[in-house]
């Protein structure tokens, strides 16, 4: 009988989800254990020796503690980023790591568009002063309010989240650019209503640029005061995938000295930010807490992900949804 083992502590109500997920649609032929991260490391050796397959969520499997693991050979992320994961190190063990293959990929592109329209109309300086007694005493002071219909989106990273997002961008009557490294289907961009181009074109032309790119080397600090600069004044920054994408002290000056006109963002690059953050007390920026993918939907088509792996990896087929090694460079 293949284990899998859940790796988190099932603490909060997000951890307990998952795990009554993962025993749910396991059936009788999986073994399924949870598995605390904090234990020390004979104690997660020990606990880990049986599994086949490791789920780690907020968490990860070190090299020293894989490396006596001889039974493991997948570690299976619910998430589509993996920068948590030492995947060559890991590779170099036998072992594969695989992301959710898209499961959430529906949930991120929605929490974008809200943040999108949260920007563009004010959502949140509107909540505030209706809550506080107010009405529309003051918001009708506010910059006017802006329409996605017309406007130019950039989707940089054209994988399943942003083609997701520019699916739920079709019924906006707006053009859509997108930049990705990586050559897409012949047709796909066509498909989708898209068009590629250089990465540069996209920021210089683009009313809101939107990020969707997994985090590595190449990706790191990809938006900084360079790539600010070259964006419209009235354009909005949005960035649902990794906070260190940006750099965040530039994209700061970048709305303080407004290169930028605002800013939606799930991703920060110290989680969980720091109160005094300005971010935070800025009138023409969203923040939400890294929850664009926790829809009870995403939560369950990644659990099925991950058990299909299994599956596969028993029966001695192909996985899906492995990482490259060579993707992180």
């Known amino acids: 009988m293949p284990t899998i083992a859940f790796l988190a502590p099932l603490t909060t109500a997000e951890h307990k989800r998952r795990w009554d997920l993962l025993n749910e649609h396991a059936g009788d032929g999986v073994n399924v254990v949870a598995v605390d991260p904090t234990l020390s490391p004979g104690e997660l050796i020990e606990a880990l020796e049986d599994a086949d397959v490791a789920v780690?969520?907020?968490?990860?499997?070190?090299?020293?503690?894989a490396e006596q693991l001889p039974k493991l050979?997948?570690?299976?992320?619910?998430?589509?980023?993996?920068?948590?994961?030492?995947?060559?190190?890991?590779?170099?063990?036998?072992?594969?790591?695989?992301?959710?293959g898209g499961a959430n990929a529906i949930s991120v592109s929605e929490h974008t568009m809200s943040l999108i329209l949260s920007v563009y109309r004010r959502m949140m300086e509107a909540w505030a002063n209706t809550v506080g007694g107010n009405w529309r005493n003051g918001v009708d002071q506010l910059p006017v309010r802006?329409?996605?219909?017309?406007?130019?989106?950039?989707?940089?990273?054209?994988?399943?989240?942003?083609?997701?997002?520019?699916?739920?961008?079709?019924?906006?009557?707006?053009?859509?650019?997108?930049?990705?490294?990586?050559?897409?289907?012949?047709?796909?961009?066509?498909?989708?209503?898209?068009?590629?181009?250089?990465?540069?074109?996209?920021l210089r032309v683009s009313d809101i640029v939107t990020v969707h790119v997994p985090l590595n080397s190449s990706t790191r600090g990809m938006f900084g005061s360079r790539e600010f600069g070259l964006m419209k004044k009235s354009a909005v920054f949005i960035n649902t995938c990794r906070g260190p994408v940006h750099n965040e002290a530039e994209l700061i000056v970048a709305l303080q000295n407004g290169e930028i006109a605002g800013s939606g963002l799930d991703v920060l690059e110290q989680e969980?930010?720091?109160?005094?953050?300005?971010?935070?007390k800025m009138p023409n920026v969203v923040i939400t807490p890294h929850w664009a993918g926790g829809t009870g939907e995403g939560n369950e088509r990644s659990v099925v992900f991950a058990l299909s792996n299994l599956e596969r990896l028993a029966d001695g087929r192909k996985l899906l949804s492995v990482v490259d090694p060579a993707s992180i460079f």
């Open 146 to 202: 802006t329409e996605i219909s017309g406007k130019t989106i950039g989707i940089v990273g054209f994988g399943n989240i942003g083609r997701q997002v520019a699916r739920r961008l079709s019924g906006f009557d707006c053009e859509v650019l997108y930049y990705d490294p990586v050559e897409m289907m012949p047709g796909r961009d066509r498909e989708l209503g898209t068009q590629a181009v250089e990465l540069d074109h996209l």
């Open 73 to 100: 050979k997948l570690i299976q992320l619910l998430t589509a980023g993996y920068d948590r994961a030492d995947v060559v190190g890991l590779r170099k063990l036998g072992i594969s790591v695989a992301n959710n």
């Open 272 to 280: 969980p930010t720091d109160p005094d953050n300005p971010l935070l």
């Open 56 to 65: 780690p969520w907020l968490a990860s499997v070190p090299l020293e503690i």
